[in-house]
């Protein structure tokens, strides 16, 4: 080693000796009992010394907590992202447990914390580890958010100050009613304070709300050649209630739609090949699910809140995919001839699944009508020209008596699964109106982040199955 490296490593070894010092001294003795020719003789070097690495006492008391805290700030300032809301609580309980964990096997470092509240509340060196500690909480509670974890009515730097203050009040606490022979987990459990943070901060839903929603114009175009034309409609403020308070749940069967657990999960929007191969593994989760002869998923559609080329937006006009008679006449054009006299007879159903396909939908939900609060001249009927063939789908006019759904913060392992043509809907409409909408209190920084695929399935039931409206 030449002389240069010598030099600094025996510097930073005289540096390390009297962070270690000072260490024991503040545990032992606190800040204000300590002095620095204390720890300059417990390092064996001169006071002059002391002042060649820290610029001052305080200096140093800083420079002895970063090094001691380190260990329990760190994992605040890089918390992995979970992948759901319960494994984001999971990871507050974890993290508590290990925050106790560690005071409990350092007992220097529980002193030195417990010194550093008997302070007060005045300390800089305190003020300079509470903002670190606020910048790292702000980011766990964003992740939070983005989950539908964390609750999305208060702006995140007001809740960063919520925790930061009981974190300290905690700890303070604990300072004045602890000592060197009473660990804090035997005054207070670490689960307790997991509990009291989790019902402080989760996101709550309200039964309902109100929300503005579109429905069509009288003079909305009756034939168009691009898919929902949405150049004429008229906004109506609903009552839009919580499917996920509902009780008994919304079902496929009574209002049309329900929520069930996704046949596939994306975690990120997929390309179309891997959607693709997710085509089989549908069909048999919801031939199962509902008892069906027959599942064919048809299509599919991404759609994007960000409004860039290529990408399909959201529909924000309250329609159906299908007309009167559109369901039969599509499901014969979609299949051969053989195969469409095989299920001839049969009860005809087509649904979509709809889900997400990054992360937890905030912003732009997607809404149902209870197809028994719907009436047939609600409907619209609209021709759509497309290049190989004509079709029919409709939009619905304005009706005090809908009675509107959705679920809030959809997450990707969640489907909303809902009709949109019945060949034999009984009393019941044939369709179940759908709509974007905006959902209230969603923060500015999670609006427009809303990807979503929608599967399209045809099924045929025979007439003792299940199926009937």
């Not at 305190?126 to 500690?133: T, V, Y």
């Not at 209230?440 to 399935?457: D, Q």
Request: a negative charge; charged letters at 25%; glycine letters at 6%.
């Amino acid at each position: 080693m030449s002389q240069r490296g010598q030099a600094v490593s025996s510097s930073q070894h005289q540096r390390e000796m009297l962070l270690e010092a000072a260490t024991a001294e503040f545990a032992v003795n606190g800040f204000e009992m300590t002095s620095i020719q204390k720890i300059a003789s417990a390092a064996g070097v001169s006071k002059a010394k002391v002042f060649y690495y820290f610029e001052n006492k305080e200096d140093l008391y800083a420079q002895v907590l970063d090094q001691a805290l380190r260990p329990l700030l760190a994992p605040l300032e890089s918390v992995p992202q979970a992948s759901s809301a319960e494994s984001y609580w999971t990871s507050l309980k974890s993290g508590l447990n290990f925050a106790f964990e560690f005071g409990r096997r350092d007992p220097y470092t529980a002193a030195l914390i417990r010194g550093l509240y008997r302070r007060g509340g005045d300390s800089a060196s305190l003020l300079h580890l509470l903002d670190r500690a606020r910048a790292g909480i702000a980011n766990w509670l964003r992740d939070g958010q983005q989950l539908g974890a964390v609750r999305t009515d208060l702006p995140v730097p007001i809740l960063a100050e919520v925790v930061v203050g009981a974190l300290v009040h905690v700890d303070r606490w604990l300072a004045s009613h602890t000592d060197a022979d009473v660990a804090a987990e035997d005054l207070l459990s670490s689960a307790s304070l997991a509990a009291l943070a989790r019902d402080a901060l989760q996101q709550r839903t309200p039964s309902e709300c109100e929300a503005e929603v579109s429905y069509a114009a009288e003079n909305v175009p009756r034939e168009t050649n691009a898919y929902l034309d949405v150049s004429a409609t008229v906004t109506r403020r609903v009552t839009m209630r919580n499917g996920r308070h509902r009780h008994p749940a919304p079902s496929f069967d009574c209002e049309g739609f329900e929520l069930i657990a996704a046949p596939t999960v994306f975690t990120q929007p997929p390309d179309d090949s891997e959607t693709r191969a997710t085509y089989g593994e549908i069909e048999v989760a919801l031939k199962e699910r509902l008892g069906a002869s027959f599942a064919r998923v048809f299509d599919h559609t991404v759609r994007h809140t960000e409004r860039t080329p290529g990408r399909r937006p959201p529909i924000r006009i309250t329609h159906a995919d299908y007309g009167r008679g559109a369901g039969v006449r599509r499901f014969r054009e979609l299949l051969s001839h053989d195969e469409a006299e095989r299920w001839a007879g049969s009860r005809i159903v087509v649904a979509n699944l709809w889900q997400s396909v990054a992360g937890v939908v905030h912003s732009t939900p997607l809404a149902f009508v209870d197809i028994n609060s719907v009436r047939e001249e609600d409907f619209i009927p609209v021709t759509v020209h497309y290049a190989d063939r004509d079709g029919e789908i409709g939009y619905y006019r304005p009706n005090e008596d809908h009675r509107w759904y959705w679920f809030p913060f959809m997450r990707p392992s969640e489907s909303v699964l809902f009709k949109t043509f019945d060949e034999l809907p009984g009393e019941h409409h044939w369709s179940c109106p759908h709509a974007a909408f905006t959902a209230p209190n969603s923060p500015k920084e999670l609006a427009g982040r809303r990807t979503s695929i929608e599967f399209r399935i045809l099924l045929a039931f025979k007439h003792d199955e299940r199926g009937a409206a």
